[in-house]
C-alpha cells in the first residue's frame, strides 16, 4: 500500500522538478483537486499534485460532512443537479468507498397540517425517485411518513408543539478530511506524484501558453519549476488568488461564503436521528457525528481571511437560536465542544445573497494549458474533476480515455465488507475491545491492518490517547508514517477530529501527540515543544474570536496565529 510518509513527499517533489515534462499538474489538494490528480492517472497521464498547506485544510475539511443530494435544491426546480449528487452518493456509499461513506437517517418535523406533508412528502417522493433512476438507490431505506407521537418516538427531544408529524428519509455521511486524504493517497497508489506543504508562487510560460509551475518547498524551503502540457486549477475559494498569478482574472469570479458549524455532546439532544430544519434563509441541519452532534450551518458573506475564516458569537447564537426553537431542553454555549467555519466557493451571481448563488460547477480554459474548475458541492466532486481533466486532455489535443473514476474504489474498499464481518475476530487477535476494531474500521477501511501492524509491534500504541480517549496512540503514529500529516495541527484537525470533539479542543492531547509523531517525523524537543505551543495559541486565537460580534474583530483575533 502507498504511504504518504515525509520519504515519499521528497521523492514526488524529486519527480516533479527533474525537469521532465508531466502530462498534468494539478495546483490544490481539496476533494476537487485531489480527485482530478486520481481522473488524470487513472486515465494513464502522468500526474502531478501539489498543496500549499496540508490536505483538504480549506473548506474540504469544514464542510457539514453530508453526502446528499441536496434535497432544498428541488425547491429551486435544479432537479438535474440533484440527480447528478445522488447518483454520486450511491456510487460512493455502494461502490467507490463504503468503509468511509455511510447512510444516516434525518427527521423532518412538519409544521402545519396537511397542505405541508403533501408538498414536503412530494419532494422527498421525487428525492428517493431521482435517487432510484439514478440506478444507485439500493442501501438507502426509503422515506416514511410519520405522526407527531411516531416522530417524537424517534426524537423525544423535541418539543411537542414543534411539529404536527414529520418525514423521515436517508441520506450519506462521510469524514470529510480522511475521504480527501484518501483520494490522494489513492491517486499516490496509481503512480501520481503528490506533495503538501507545496506552495505554487508563479505560472511557467511558453509564449502565450501556460508551460508549469513554480512551487515553494515550504518544509525545505528549496524552489523547484514543475513542467506539465496541462495546469489544473482547483483551489477553490483562491481560485481568483491563483489566477492573479497567471495576470488574468479569469472567465468567472469565485465568492466566498462562510458557513460555521457546531459540536456538541450527543446526549445533549435526546434522538435517534439527524434533524433537518427550515429557518427563514436556508436550513438547519442537526446531524449525528460519533458521539456528538453536528448543528450547521451559516450562510453568509466573507471577505477576509481565506486560510483561517473565523466564527463569531453572533453567528454561534444564530445556531443555537434556531436549534432551541425545537428542543425540550435547550442547548447553551458551554455546551458547545467544538466549533469549526469554513468557505464555501461559490460562482458569483446577480443575488447579493450567498445561499442563492450556485453550488454547480464551471470548467473554463482562460489561457492555452490552463483549466480552471470551480463551484460545486462536495457530493459531486468526481464530476467536476472528469469535467477538469476532460478539457486538461482536450488541450493535449485529445488522445487520452474517458474517466473510469467512477469504477475505482478508494484505498481501503475492497474486501471491507468481509473485514467488518470479521471484527470480532480481529479484535481478539489484536487485544482490542471490538469497538475499537468497528472505530479502526470505519475510518481506514481494510487500511485498518496497517494500524494493526503498529499495535501488533508495540502494543503501547493501542492504547487511548491521552486527552482524547476516543483515539488511538497508533492513529497518531500512523497519521504521520502513512497518511501525511507533518505538522501537530494536521493530526488534531484533519487526520483526528479531536479539535472539535473535546471540551479543551486538544490542549491535553497536544504533546503526547506530539512526542508520538517526533518519533516518525524526527522532531527535536525544541521543535516538539514549539508545535505543541503553537497548537496552543491557535486554540486560545479561536476561542476569542469566537466572543467577537463581528466578522472583523474575531478575524483580527484568530490571524493572531497563522
Avoid at 435544479?78 to 445522488?86: K, N, S
Avoid at 481501503?412 to 469497538?435: M, P, Y
Avoid at 507533518?486 to 479542543?505: M, Y
Avoid at 512526542?515 to 479561536?542: I, K, N, T
Wanted: aromatic fraction near 6%.
Amino acid at each position: 500500500m502507498t504511504a504518504l510518509s515525509p520519504q515519499a513527499r521528497t521523492r514526488a517533489l524529486d519527480a516533479m522538478g527533474d525537469g521532465r515534462e508531466l502530462d498534468v499538474v494539478v495546483v490544490g489538494g481539496g476533494v476537487v483537486g485531489a480527485g482530478a490528480a486520481l481522473d488524470a492517472v487513472t486515465r494513464g497521464l502522468s500526474v502531478g499534485l501539489l498543496e500549499a498547506r496540508d490536505w483538504a485544510s480549506g473548506t474540504s475539511s469544514r464542510s457539514s460532512k453530508l453526502i446528499h443530494g441536496g434535497l432544498r435544491y428541488l425547491e429551486m426546480l435544479d432537479f438535474a443537479l440533484v440527480r447528478e449528487a445522488l447518483r454520486e452518493r450511491g456510487l460512493l456509499l455502494q461502490r467507490l468507498a463504503p468503509h468511509l461513506v455511510r447512510p444516516v437517517p434525518f427527521l423532518y418535523p412538519l409544521q402545519h397540517h396537511a397542505w405541508e406533508r403533501v408538498y414536503a412528502g412530494a419532494g422527498v417522493l421525487l428525492y428517493d425517485t431521482l435517487s432510484s433512476s439514478s440506478g444507485h438507490s439500493r442501501g438507502l431505506p426509503r422515506h416514511r411518513h410519520l405522526t407527531r407521537r411516531g416522530a417524537l418516538r424517534v426524537a423525544p427531544g423535541l418539543r411537542k408543539d414543534s411539529l404536527v408529524g414529520a418525514l423521515r428519509y436517508y441520506d450519506a455521511q462521510v469524514d470529510d478530511a480522511r475521504f480527501t486524504e484518501f483520494l490522494v493517497r489513492t491517486a499516490a497508489g496509481y503512480g501520481a506524484h503528490v506533495a503538501s506543504r507545496a506552495s505554487v508562487t508563479g505560472f511557467l510560460r511558453e509564449g502565450d501558453r501556460i508551460a508549469g509551475v513554480r512551487v515553494r518547498d515550504e518544509e525545505h524551503g528549496r524552489e523547484i519549476e514543475v513542467r506539465a502540457r496541462q495546469v489544473i486549477n482547483a483551489t477553490g475559494v483562491w481560485t481568483d488568488d491563483t489566477q492573479a498569478l497567471v495576470g488574468e482574472r479569469g472567465q468567472f469570479h469565485v465568492r466566498a461564503s462562510k458557513g460555521i458549524h457546531l459540536v456538541v455532546p450527543r446526549d445533549r439532544i435526546r434522538s435517534s436521528t439527524g434533524l433537518i430544519l427550515r429557518t427563514e434563509k436556508s436550513v438547519l441541519f442537526v446531524i449525528p457525528w460519533g458521539r456528538h452532534w453536528i448543528i450547521g450551518t451559516t450562510d453568509t458573506d466573507w471577505h477576509l481571511d481565506k486560510a483561517h475564516p473565523a466564527a463569531t458569537r453572533k453567528d454561534i447564537d444564530y445556531l443555537l437560536e434556531h436549534v432551541n426553537k425545537v428542543l425540550v431542553n435547550p442547548v447553551t454555549r458551554e455546551d458547545v465542544q467544538g466549533v469549526y467555519a469554513g468557505l464555501r466557493p461559490l460562482l458569483a451571481g446577480e443575488s447579493e445573497s450567498t445561499s442563492k448563488l450556485s453550488r454547480e460547477h464551471v470548467v473554463g480554459s482562460p489561457s492555452p494549458g490552463l483549466v480552471v474548475v470551480a463551484g460545486g458541492k462536495f457530493t459531486t466532486y468526481r464530476v467536476m474533476a472528469a469535467d477538469a481533466v476532460d478539457a486538461a486532455v482536450d488541450g493535449m489535443g485529445g488522445g487520452a480515455p474517458r474517466s473510469v473514476t467512477d469504477k475505482i474504489p478508494l484505498l481501503g474498499a475492497d474486501g471491507f465488507a468481509a473485514r467488518w464481518n470479521q471484527r470480532r475476530q480481529l479484535a481478539t487477535k489484536h487485544g482490542l475491545h471490538v469497538a475499537r476494531v468497528e472505530h479502526l474500521l470505519s475510518r481506514y477501511g481494510t487500511l485498518a491492518d496497517e494500524v494493526f501492524d503498529l499495535i501488533d509491534m508495540d502494543h503501547k500504541l493501542g492504547e487511548p490517547l491521552e486527552g482524547a480517549d476516543d483515539y488511538l496512540c497508533a492513529e497518531v503514529v500512523y497519521a504521520a508514517s502513512h497518511e501525511g500529516a507533518l505538522r501537530l495541527e494536521d493530526v488534531l484537525t484533519r487526520r483526528t477530529r479531536i479539535s472539535i470533539e473535546v471540551f479543551d479542543r486538544g490542549d491535553t492531547a497536544a504533546r503526547p501527540a506530539a512526542e508520538l509523531m517526533a518519533g516518525v517525523l524526527g522532531w527535536s524537543p525544541e521543535r516538539v515543544d514549539q508545535e505543541v505551543e503553537h497548537y496552543h495559541a491557535r486554540v486560545r486565537a479561536e476561542r476569542a474570536s469566537q466572543e467577537q460580534q463581528d466578522d472583523e474583530s474575531a478575524d483580527a483575533e484568530r490571524l493572531k496565529v497563522t
